[in-house]
């Protein structure tokens, strides 16, 4: 039997584009949630961040409760990624939670974040404000393309 | 009444009562109001939503099992709360049920606590608190409390089908909405959407202490914010930043 196919529009292309970038970025917040959020053998948490892209800059904020202000460091790790740590004014213990089946205590938050574009680390800047680090990377745009 | 989700009572429930409903949502804002609500007022559980819909988790307290929604109350309110975020598929039976129920208890008004997202919620120094109701008088009502309406727009979650069925059934219902991060756990936001449901349901609690243990609430909210963020996904909660094409 003869099946007629129908020519895929740009609309079913971008279509297609999009779901396919949402099924990317679900499978890699499903790959950052299942983890625990704390690390028992280096004492820390994992604190929540996000990560906005605009067309100048890219914007990372990261919660950051507890945080001691002065010891929060923001270090450039390669082209892409930015490592934050941070000491807490307190230790933490999984009993503050009312858990008793795990055992330790922490007193640090530490993460590393990927950034999706191409940035320029070496213009960095930073601010902590209502225990919220943000961290405003100015974009590289390395090519052009020519508008007819 | 949808077979598939059943709310089984634990105690006999008052006529009359206010029905809130916390639920995991941006800024964690009705989760958080309603936690502070059960301390603060002393509420028991009353009742639970039982499902095979739900996913295989329970909560452990104390070492005993409890279901992921259960409600709280005393003779003056039920207070829905889940400590899961809803999957976006569990939205419309769990919510329905819920109201169902709710009428059947002949509530008085049913209102529901979340939050709205803002981008520059970090250099706010002052939320405002949005509401929107099930009908015109309500509306009105809403208005005569000095509160903003949340004249146009979208609405996304739990809070959305609760006031589209509560409007379809009649029932008086406002939905607050407080303005917070989109996904940090706002237990300022959700002081200031408490201020307003007192300022609506004519009682007082003491909202200092939530304050002050906001930052032990970021802490341990941070799990539960990620949880929800996930789904929120799912759900396409940013279309709350759409502009919507008004069709008269």
């Given amino acids: ?15 297609e584009y999009f779901e396919s970038m949402e099924e990317w970025a679900e499978s890699v ?37 507890y945080a001691e202000q002065s010891t929060i460091q923001v270090k450039p790790i390669g082209k892409d990624t930015v490592e934050v740590s941070a000491q807490m004014r307190r230790k933490v213990s999984f009993g503050d939670f009312g858990i008793t089946h795990y055992k330790g205590e922490f007193q640090r938050f530490h993460c590393q974040t990927r950034i999706p574009v191409p940035v320029y680390m070496d213009k960095m800047e930073v601010r902590f404000k209502k225990g919220i680090l943000e961290i405003r990377l100015p974009r590289k745009h390395e090519y052009e393309i020519p508008i007819e | 009444m949808n077979p598939d989700v059943r709310v089984i009572e634990k105690k006999e429930i008052p006529k009359g009562a206010f029905m809130i ?55 003056q309110i039920l207070l829905a709360v889940s400590e899961i975020p809803l999957r976006e598929d569990l939205v419309y039976p769990v919510m329905h049920a819920l109201i169902d ?6 509530v008085k008004m049913m209102i529901s606590v979340s939050g709205i997202p803002i981008q520059e919620r970090q250099d706010l120094e002052e939320l405002k608190v949005f509401a929107a109701a099930s009908s015109p008088e309500t509306l009105k009502m809403v208005q005569d409390k000095n ?39 706002d237990p300022e936001a959700a002081a200031k959407a408490l201020e307003q449901l007192m300022n609506i349901i004519g009682l007082k609690t003491d909202i200092s202490k939530l304050l002050e243990k906001g930052e032990e609430i970021r802490l341990k909210a941070r799990d539960m914010m990620k949880r929800t963020q996930q789904e929120l996904t799912k759900m396409k909660k940013t279309q709350e930043y759409d502009i919507p094409l008004y069709v008269s």
């Fill in chain 1, 1 to 15: 039997m003869a099946t007629s196919r129908r020519k895929r529009s740009i609309f079913d292309i971008m279509d």
């Fill in chain 1, 29 to 65: 917040m499903e790959s950052i949630i299942e983890r625990p959020s704390w690390n028992c053998r280096a004492c820390t948490m994992e604190p929540l961040r996000n990560i906005v892209v605009t067309g100048d800059e890219v914007i990372v904020t990261v919660d950051l409760p």
């Fill in chain 2, 21 to 75: 409903f916390g639920f995991p949502d941006v800024g964690l804002v009705g989760v958080i109001a309603a936690s502070h609500l059960i301390s603060e007022l002393n509420l028991t559980e009353v009742a639970y939503v039982g499902s095979r819909l739900l996913p295989p988790i329970i909560v452990l307290h104390e070492g005993l099992p409890h279901s992921a929604i259960r409600i709280f109350g005393n003779h």
């Fill in chain 2, 101 to 106: 129920w709710g009428k059947e208890k002949e």
């Fill in chain 2, 147 to 185: 509160l903003e309406v949340l004249k146009e727009g979208y609405m996304v979650g739990p809070q959305a089908i609760m006031l589209q069925y509560c409007a379809m059934l009649g029932l008086p219902a406002i939905t607050l909405l407080a303005q917070c991060f989109f996904n940090y756990p």
